[in-house]
C-alpha cells in the first residue's frame, strides 16, 4: 500500500506540479505562451497526455522515476559499504 500511495504521489507531482513549473520557467525566460495562458498549457499537456505523447508521459511519470533512481542508488551504495 505504501508503494501505491509513493507511485500515486509522484504521478500527481508529475501531472498539475511540474507542467506548472516548466510554464513558469518557460514564460520568465522565453516570454508569454502563444497560446490561452495558463489554462490553454495545461490543456494542451492533457491532449498530449490523451494522445499518448511520450513527451508528456515522461514528464509525467519523471518525479517518479527519479525516486526511483535515487533508492535504487542509496541501495547500491549500502551493499558495496
Do not use: H, Q
Request: charged share 15%.
Amino acid at each position: 500500500m505504501k508503494y501505491v500511495i509513493t507511485l500515486f504521489s509522484f504521478l500527481l507531482a508529475g501531472l498539475f506540479i511540474l507542467p506548472f513549473i516548466f510554464f513558469a520557467i518557460n514564460d520568465f525566460i522565453f516570454g508569454k505562451y502563444a497560446g490561452e495562458g495558463f489554462t490553454g498549457y495545461y490543456i494542451e499537456y492533457f491532449k498530449m497526455l490523451r494522445g499518448g505523447s511520450l513527451a508528456a508521459w515522461f514528464i509525467s511519470l519523471s518525479p517518479y522515476l527519479v525516486y526511483v533512481i535515487i533508492k535504487i542508488t542509496f541501495k547500491i551504495k549500502d551493499k558495496l559499504t
